[in-house]
C-alpha cells in the first residue's frame, strides 16, 4: 500500500530555489533545508491594498521574522464568507462563491513579494476546516447546506455539531467544486508585483489543502477528497509541494477520522504535517504549573509516534502548529513567559535531535507571530479594525501569540534556528 507514497511528484523538480524532497528530505538548491519557522496567517490582510492594509507593519513584521533567523512562513491565503458571519477575519478574499477581492489578492502578492526580498519561503493554506476564515463550512453554506452551527464562543455552541455539519464538505460535489475554481485561480494567478505566475514562484515552498481538516464520521469521502484535491494541485503545478495541513492524529484519532499513514500515502501528497496543543488537548493547566513535565511528556512520545509514521511513508513531517500559554495562563502582554520557553525548548530539541539523527523531520512553526499588534482587550475577542496578532478572532487574544517585546521567547527561538538550520547543513 505504501509503494506509490515513493513516487513524489515534486522529486523531479530541477528549477533552482523551490523546495523538492528527496530520499525523504526537503532539499532548497541542491542543499539540505530544515527550518524553523512561524505560523503568520494574517500577513495576506496586512499586505492589502487600501485602508485595511498595513503594508509598512507588514514590512517590519517580516524584518523581525527575518533577524531571528526564519526562513519560512505558513500563510493563509483564503478567506471566505459575508462579513455579517461571527468569529471572522475581515475583510474577507471571496466574500461570495467565485468573487475574489483584487485588494486581498494584492495583499497576497506584496507578501510574497516582500518574502522574497528575504530569502523566505510560504506554505500556503487555502481552506480551513475551522470558522473562523469561513472555510468547508462557507462553502456549503453557500450551496444551501443550512446555517452554520458555529461552535464556542458562539453562545450555545457545539464543537460535536459544527465538525458533523463540516465533515459533510468532502461529500459535498458542489461546495468541493466552489472550492477547486478557487484553487484554479489562484495557482494561475500573476503576481502584479513581480510579474511571476503562482505556479512559478519558488517564493512558495507548498500548498496545503486545508488548516486542521478533519474526516470525522465522513472519513471515506475525505479520504477521496484529498487524493483528488492533490492531483488537482499536480495537474496544475507540478514545481511545488503538497501537503495535507492535518494536525496528525490528535488524541483521538477515531473520533477526528484521521489517519496518519492514510491520509499521507498519495503519492500527490509530498510530506506529512503534525500540529500538537498542550493546553486545548487536556495536557496542561496554566494553574497547575506541575502539569508541564506531563504537556512536555506527551508532547514527545506524540511527535516519535508521528516521526515513525514518516518514517514508514519515506517522506518528511513538519510540525507546523504548536503554542504555549503564557504564565498563569494570563492574555496580559506583559506577563512573563517562563513556562512557554521551557515548552518551546522542549519541542525544539525533538526538532533537533531528529535532525542530528537523521529521522524525516524537515522543520517546526512556531504558532504564532503577533509582533507589534497588541489586542484592544487582552483576553477578548478580535473584531473588524482591530490589529492583528497570532491569536484567530475567535480565540482570546494574548492566549498564544508572541510579541516582539517577548525577549525570553524571542531569544529561544533565535538560537534554535540557528542550530537546526546549522544541523540541517551538516546532516549527509
Known sequence: MLACAMTLHAETTSASGFVRVAEGRFQRDGKPYTF?????????????????GNPGRLARELDRLA???????????????????????????QPSPREYREEILLGLDFLLKEMKTRGMVAVVCLNNFWPWSGGMA??????????IPYPPPEPGGSWSAYQA?????????????????????LLQRTNRYTGVRYADDPTIMAWELANEPRGGTNVK???????????????????????????????????SGLDVVANHRFSSIDYVTAHVWAQNWGWYDPARPKTHEAAVREMKSYLRRHIEQARRLGKPLVVEEFG???????????????????YYRAVFDVVLDAVRTGEPVGGVNFWAWSG???????????????????DPPHEAQGWYGVYDTDDTTLRVIAEYARKIAASSRSTP
Open 36 to 52: 524553523l519557522g512561524a505560523n503568520f496567517w494574517y500577513g495576506m490582510n496586512l499586505g492589502a491594498e487600501g485602508p485595511s
Open 67 to 93: 533577524a531571528l533567523g526564519i526562513t519560512n512562513l505558513r500563510i493563509l491565503a483564503a478567506t471566505e464568507g459575508p462579513e455579517s458571519a461571527p468569529w471572522r477575519i475581515l475583510p474577507v478574499l
Open 138 to 147: 462557507q462553502y456549503l453554506r453557500w450551496i444551501g447546506a443550512g446555517p
Open 165 to 185: 455539519y463540516t465533515a459533510a464538505f468532502y461529500s459535498n460535489p458542489a461546495a468541493v467544486e466552489a472550492f477547486h475554481d478557487f484553487v484554479r485561480m
Open 221 to 255: 469521502a475525505f479520504q477521496s477528497w484529498i487524493e483528488r484535491t492533490s492531483e488537482l494541485f499536480e495537474s496544475l503545478d507540478s514545481r511545488h509541494l503538497v501537503t495535507t495541513g492535518s494536525e496528525g492524529e490528535t488524541p483521538w484519532p477515531r473520533e
Open 324 to 342: 504555549f500559554p503564557r504564565d498563569a495562563g494570563s492574555h496580559d502582554p506583559a506577563a512573563t513567559t517562563t513556562a512557554r520557553d521551557r
Open 372 to 390: 507589534e499588534g497588541r489586542p484592544r482587550v487582552p483576553g477578548g475577542h478580535w473584531q473588524k479594525n482591530d490589529p492583528f496578532t497570532g
